[in-house]
């Protein structure tokens, strides 16, 4: 049984990343938890300021997250016909939001945190501290991100970028071979370098590696030059209609020039296509 953490600030875009999960899990018995985490800055109960009582204040957060989680369940029910495979818990937290979430994915033994974004505008905001942002990059859980135009469709090509630097680290890439298993799905490893260059002996054994963990599924290589990481990336997406893209958060190099973009201008993939972001 999976556990699946549902952070939601009852906005468009995390019911957009709670419906995806819910398309993308059908199948799987999952325990969801939909999570509320309380801001105690700027709350105004019956037009008075309550910064004097942090107990009112938390009390008045979490009755109000309370009865909004409890409608999310209901409109949770209505579009998805209570699937059997399927039960939901709701959490409401008064905390900092990381650590909020660190602390449920420890006590729930989170498998999966699935989180919306706004797209590339919200990606730009990442290195100054967005939520989502945040999540994959300071908390150690495997982490699908979920855009705001993105909507579930069936995942038949994965896109992982890679430099081949994991060497004997394959196992960070079970939640991918989990998703190929399930799916029928094709991952497509690209790899992209600013100039052409040969791969070095490091990353030739690495490669090598990578094609025997890969051995029994529907995989290939791909590599393209480009000066710009994110450019590649959006051709490659393109060009082979890539339903989710794959990476691994330590491999910081790809992994900050393919998210943290901050030109919004050509860049579709922000706001269209799913992130994994895998952690050890």
Partial sequence: MKAILLPTDFSDNSWNAIEYALNFYEHSTCN????????????????YFYDNTQ?????????????QLKELQQKIALN??????????TLTDSNFFIESIRQHVEEKKIDVIVMGTKGASGFTGFITG??????????????????????FKKIEEIAFPTDFSLC?????????IAILEEKKASLRVLNISKKVTVLNE????????????????????????????????????????????????????????????????????HTDVPFLVLHE
């Fill in 32 to 47: 969801f938890y939909l999570l509320h985490v309380n801001r105690l800055n700027n709350v105004v109960v019956d037009n």
């Fill in 55 to 67: 107990e009112i204040i938390i009390d008045v957060n979490v009755e109000n997250a309370k009865k």
């Fill in 80 to 89: 998805f016909n209570n699937n059997k495979n399927h039960k939901f818990y």
């Fill in 130 to 151: 967005s939520n989502t942002g945040d999540v994959i990059t300071k908390v150690k859980c495997t982490t699908l991100v979920v855009p705001e135009n993105a909507k």
């Fill in 168 to 176: 004997n680290e394959l196992q960070i890439l079970e939640p991918i």
């Fill in 202 to 269: 490091d990353q030739r054994k690495s490669k090598e590696l990578l094609e025997d963990y890969l051995y029994n599924y529907k995989h290939s290589f791909h590599f393209l030059t480009n000066k710009k990481v994110e450019d590649a990336v959006q051709c490659f997406v393109n060009s082979r209609n890539i339903d989710m893209i794959a990476m691994v958060a330590k491999n910081l190099n790809y992994f900050q020039q393919i998210l943290f973009h901050t030109k919004v201008a050509e860049i579709s993939y």
